[in-house]
């Protein structure tokens, strides 16, 4: 029989614990944040950022109305919810009520999600410029030196569903089955109306059927959207034309044939073609990632190796990366008035076009061939570099030196983290807006966001 053994316990003394207490003094909200925090550094950095356009956009002739909420409070919300992943203006406003750092960027003030949605996208446009703010200050800071970028881009599905898109041959086919349908109808109405009439029945104001009013909407905004893919269809014959013109020429001057083509440029749209009913802007993408199609943007962002402080931030509908490039320089150089000493680039930049826009720019390009620039048993061709080789020869033979292969191993460092940091991190990984000019604006809060919370560490 098992003898049971008397425990004692000894009595304890807890720290005083009183839910209901009340506060003796007036609490200081900024006292309840640790040194360092980030919603303070984000705070200080809003109070020095030049918002005087974004302030008289509220000024108002007479005073009348109600005062609206100050819109720095709104702009260190925004932020500091951007740069912790919280990008929802719903989660934005129920945090300025659960959160302490939200609580203290706000004031106390609970804000609703309309007003967040409203300030967002009323001074989208801003954005650009208090991105620029934000990287000169990283620059004040010792950031950033312009001395390497790496240039990398990444796929970010678009606030639209790729099932709600359709092709150019399948909008053929819907065009010609709808007006069908609602010309059936049309007849049966009309016979209903006469049998109506012989029989003597009352005119009660027909309506049109609700079934054919929703068959000509639907029709509608298929014209709408084949009207779009044609416009893009023929603006890309119009290029296509007057690039061959512009070969033609060169071909002339070099004593060089003519070349012959062997269709002329199409201004139809293929079959294949598809246009989204949700985000027209928006286009069918291939993730690098995932390898899957998804309806999409695609992102670009340019990083000096400093601190990794992102210096541009664009972005297209276009999926391919190769016409990128020299966006994203240029982006570079209204941000800092300059471009950079050197640049590296994976493959999917390569282009001859691109080679000979970072000699005009005068910038020490090293851009992917090919796999060969990964792989250390191939070796550099020794020898003179022949005078008729090609400005993609003498990149890939530039690549192949160890001097080469050294600088492009800083792309995999310096480009790819903060892509991770923008998707896996904070979670961005769909846009909210809708729209080319909107998404652009967004993807700039989102790497301004990114920024801040570097220099935060930089400056604990």
Request: glycine share 6%; with cysteine; aromatic share 6%.
């Amino acid at each position: 029989m098992a003898v049971e053994r008397e425990v004692r316990m000894e009595t304890r003394t807890f720290r005083a614990y009183d839910q209901d207490q009340c506060l003796l003094m007036p609490a200081s909200l900024r006292e309840w944040l640790p040194e360092g925090h980030l919603a303070l550094f984000i705070s200080d950095v809003v109070e020095r950022l030049a918002l005087g356009d974004l302030m008289a956009d509220y000024a108002s002739p007479d005073g009348k109305g109600a005062p609206p909420y100050d819109p720095r409070m709104l702009l260190k919300v925004l932020l500091y919810g951007y740069a912790t992943g919280v990008f929802s203006s719903r989660r934005q406003a129920q945090r300025c009520l659960e959160d302490v750092a939200f609580r203290y960027l706000a004031a106390q003030q609970q804000p609703d999600f309309r007003t967040l949605i409203k300030f967002r996208s009323r001074h989208r446009e801003r954005f650009a410029a208090l991105f620029v703010e934000v990287v000169d200050l990283a620059r004040e800071m010792g950031m950033v030196r312009l001395g390497h970028l790496s240039i990398d881009g990444t796929k970010v599905k678009a606030n639209a569903s790729k099932h709600k898109a359709m092709s150019y041959g399948r909008m053929l086919e819907a065009e010609k089955k709808l007006r069908g349908e609602i010309a059936a109808l049309l007849d049966r109405a009309q016979a209903v109306d006469d049998a109506e009439e012989q029989a003597g029945a009352p005119d009660d104001d027909h309506r049109l059927p609700q079934e054919i009013a929703r068959r000509e909407k639907r029709l509608a905004a298929i014209e709408q959207a084949r009207g779009r893919l044609e416009e893009r269809a023929r603006h890309r014959a119009e290029q296509e034309a007057g690039g061959r013109e512009q070969e033609a020429a060169e071909r002339v001057q070099e004593g060089k044939p003519e070349k012959r083509y062997r269709k002329d440029p199409d201004e139809t749209p293929k079959a294949g073609e598809q246009e989204n009913f949700t985000d027209p802007e928006s286009r069918i993408m291939k993730d690098g990632a995932t390898k899957g199609f998804v309806q999409a943007y695609n992102c670009q962002i340019a990083v000096d190796d400093k601190a990794h402080i992102i210096v541009a931030a664009e972005t297209s509908n276009v999926a391919a990366d190769v016409g990128q490039l020299v966006a994203t320089l240029d982006g570079v150089r209204e941000t800092l008035a300059a471009y950079p000493r050197q640049v590296t680039a994976d493959a999917g930049y390569k282009s001859e076009e691109n080679f000979a826009a970072l000699q005009q720019r005068g910038v020490d390009g090293y851009v992917a061939c090919g796999r060969e620039v990964y792989d250390e048993r191939v070796s550099a061709p020794r020898g003179r570099i022949p005078q008729a080789a090609t400005r993609t020869e003498r990149m890939k033979r530039k690549l192949l030196t160890k001097a080469g292969r050294a600088i492009y191993r800083k792309r995999k460092y310096v480009a790819e983290p903060p892509i991770g940091w923008i998707k896996s991190v904070l979670g961005f990984r769909q846009f909210s807006m809708r729209g080319l000019s909107k998404v652009g604006a967004e993807w700039k809060l989102v790497c301004m966001a990114i920024n801040l919370r570097r220099m935060a560490v930089a400056w604990a």
